[in-house]
C-alpha cells in the first residue's frame, strides 16, 4: 500500500537535498583528517562520490514504497597549513558540484538535476598537537554558503538556499601499526524561504548531531584499511511551521583503503551503506573516491 498520493510525495520531496547527498546530511571525516601536517603544507583533493538509495522512510519510521534515487557528488577541496601565534591551523575550502537522477518517491517521477552546490569554508585548529606521540586534537567551524543551484517549485535541487554552520571536534591517535579516528559535531541550519509548493514558505531545521569512528590498521608504509561508522541524529523539519517528514536520522557502516602511491600522492576507495535510517532516502551502497596531492 502507498503510503502518500502523488501529490503528497511530490510536496514531500520538496527539500530533499538536505537529505538525499551525504555530502549535505552529514559532514564526513576521513581517516587522517584530523592528523595535523606542518605549517606550509597544502593539499589539493578531488571526491567522486557515487550513491545509491532504494527505499524512503518517513520519521516514524513507515516505508514510501517504490522510492528510489542516483546521486553523482564532485568535491574539489583545497588545505594550507600555517601557524598562527604557536598553534597549527589549516584554512581550507569546498566546491562541490552533483547530479541528482533516476528518482522516485512514491511511485511518482522526479525531475533530475545538475548544477554548483553551496560552497564551504572551514578550518581546523589543533588544540592537540604531539606528531611525535601521533595524538591530535583539532576543532573545525565550518560555513555554508547558499552559492548552489536551487530553483523554487522545482522537487530536487542541489543547493539548498540557506546558510549552514557545523561545530567539529577530532581526535586522532595512533598505537603502533593501528591508529583510531573519533569525530562528533552539531549542525546549525538557517532558513530557506522559498519552499513549499508555491515556494513561498518557510523551511525551518532543527539542528541535527552526528558521531564517527574509524579503527585503522596500516598494513604497509603506504597501504591502510580501516573499517568505521557513523550515526545522525535530530534535524527535524518544518515547512510553514508543519513537520515534513523529514530529519537526518540514520546509522551507517563503512569500509575504507587508503595507499600512497607516491609520497605526495594518496588514493582513496570507500564503500558505505546504511543499517538504518527514518526521515529520508536509505543508502544502500556508496561508492566514494579521493584522490590526495601534497604539496
Known amino acids: 500500500m502507498q503510503l502518500f498520493k502523488p501529490t503528497a510525495a511530490r510536496g514531500l520531496a520538496l527539500v530533499l ?3 538525499a547527498v551525504p555530502a549535505a546530511r552529514a559532514l564526513d571525516v576521513d581517516p587522517g583528517d584530523y592528523a595535523a601536517a606542518p605549517p606550509g603544507t597544502s593539499l589539493i583533493l578531488g571526491y567522486s562520490q557515487f550513491n545509491w538509495y532504494n527505499s524512503f522512510y518517513t520519521r516514524a519510521g513507515n516505508e514510501v514504497h517504490d522510492s528510489e534515487l542516483q546521486t553523482q557528488v ?24 552533483a547530479g541528482l537522477n533516476n528518482a522516485k518517491l512514491g511511485g511518482e517521477h522526479l525531475d533530475s538535476t545538475f548544477g554548483l552546490g553551496d560552497i564551504i569554508v572551514a578550518s ?19 560555513v ?20 549552514k554552520g557545523v561545530l567539529q ?17 552539531t549542525t546549525f541550519y538557517g532558513n530557506n524561504d522559498s519552499a513549499g509548493p508555491d515556494g513561498n514558505n518557510t523551511l525551518r531545521q ?4 552526528q558521531a564517527q569512528a574509524w579503527l585503522r590498521r596500516a598494513l604497509t608504509d603506504d597501504l591502510s584499511l580501516g ?5 545522525t541524529w535530530g534535524g527535524n523539519q518544518y515547512v510553514a511551521g508543519d513537520s515534513n517528514k523529514l530529519s537526518t536520522e540514520a546509522q551507517q557502516l563503512r569500509l575504507i583503503t587508503q595507499y600512497f602511491v607516491l609520497p605526495d600522492l594518496q588514493l582513496q576507495a570507500q564503500a558505505r551503506t546504511d543499517v538504518w535510517s ?12 579521493r584522490v590526495m596531492k601534497v604539496f
Open 17 to 19: 537535498w538536505c537529505m
Open 74 to 97: 564532485g568535491i574539489l577541496r583545497v588545505v594550507h597549513y600555517v601557524d598562527v601565534f604557536g598553534v597549527t591551523c589549516d584554512p581550507q575550502f569546498f566546491i562541490p558540484f
Open 124 to 142: 581546523t585548529c589543533w588544540v592537540v598537537n604531539q606528531p611525535e606521540k601521533q595524538r591530535w586534537v583539532g576543532i573545525t567551524p565550518f
Open 144 to 163: 555554508f554558503f547558499p552559492t548552489g543551484s536551487y530553483r523554487d517549485k522545482q522537487v530536487l535541487n542541489v543547493g539548498e538556499n540557506r546558510y
Open 169 to 185: 571536534v577530532g581526535y586522532v591517535e595512533a598505537f603502533g601499526k593501528w591508529s583510531v579516528d573519533l569525530i562528533a559535531d
Open 206 to 209: 532543527d539542528n541535527s548531531y
Open 227 to 231: 573499517f568505521g561508522w557513523s550515526g
Open 278 to 289: 527514518e526521515g529520508g532516502f536509505r543508502e544502500t551502497f556508496g561508492l566514494h573516491l
